[in-house]
């Protein structure tokens, strides 16, 4: 009997296909035309060449503690690695550059801590409310959350953190131990904000607080970005006219401001067809979590949640300039193949759970 969820497949192949149709109207003046466009398609397919051997892969190969255990060092390592020998972008080293592309290793790291987690947690749902087993679990996240920061990857750091916190949340620890994790999150920015962040992430942060006070320099982008989204009005600009992305007024237009470009070019229209499709995906994920009757399935599938809708709350965030802009992809949408080859691994882990359910 075939079990896959359709619903969902559907609203990812809309949300897919309205990615596309954007990277292709600000692709004109790519040198040679439509490369970004061409590299996007190209890593969908491998993505879905992913997406297909994982579903095909019996879920249950994954749940071995050995295995995950050693995902976790072999990602570890490439984080490790990645500080020493990786392409410096954007101020952050977090790519291998390997000529004719770029791999960024946290993207999987992400996937990875979700299997470590979920694993985790599935055996000590019962006892997570001990404090030696919340530590546990927050060792596992913090060596992966700490060597992003040291990029420095603000953003990249961020969702790891986001995938632990919730999924201890979830597992059931205690009112006092979460103010408790507060206050050490607090302290914790504090000495991040001295001792981690580069200046221009301070400066990106601060201009958030203050945008008009540099709007040609720390503010320009929040300012092109609402500009864009803005002048989409209802119904867009269509298709290859908006002026923001075609002038290249928007910056990053294909990867952090893809949503800015989405809602010049197609309106309020196309960003309320690109709202829904998001929300069924996170809401046939959410009631998977609830059928599913192993708690590693719940777990995984709960924590890729938290994970898509994290990213997707921040990037659109820091387009409406409701959020600081701290450089996260949208998912499925932005241009990059690590983020794409990630998320379809996890959908794909996911579907092996929905075919191969009792």
Known sequence: MFKTDSVLFLALTILIGLGLLVLWSISFQDEPPFLSVKRQIIFLGIGIGLFIFFSALDWRFLNNSSL??????VSISSLVLVLFFGDKSSGSSGWFNFGVFSFQPAEIAKIVLLLVLAKYLSSRHLEIWQFRYLLVSGFFAFIPFGLVALQPDLGGAIIFLAIWLGLVI??????????????????????????????????????????????????????????????????????????QTQLRFLPLEKTDFIFASLA??????????????????????????????????????????????????????????????????????????????????????INSMILRRP
Not at 339 to 349: A, N, P, R, S
């Open 170 to 243: 979830i597992s059931g620890i205690r009112i006092k131990q979460v103010i408790l994790l507060i206050i050490v999150f607090a302290l914790a920015g504090s000495l991040a904000w001295f001792f981690l962040l580069e200046p221009y992430q301070q400066t990106r942060i601060i201009s958030f607080f203050n945008p008009e006070k540099d709007l040609l320099g720390s503010g320009y982008n929040r300012e092109q970005a609402l500009i864009a989204i803005g002048s989409g009005r209802i119904f867009g600009k269509g298709l290859g006219w908006g002026s």
């Open 264 to 349: 010049e070019s197609l309106g309020l229209i196309g960003v309320s067809i690109l709202l829904i499709c998001y929300l069924v995906i996170f809401e046939r994920l959410i009631m998977w979590a609830g059928i599913f009757s192993y708690n590693f399935c719940k777990l995984f599938t709960v924590g890729f949640t938290i994970k898509l809708l994290v990213e997707t709350f921040i990037n659109i965030g820091m387009n409406l300039g409701l959020l600081p802009i701290i450089g996260i992809a949208l998912p499925f949408l932005s241009l990059g193949g690590s983020h794409l080859l990630g998320d379809f691994i996890g959908l794909g882990i």
């Open 68 to 73: 995950i255990l050693f995902l976790y060092f």
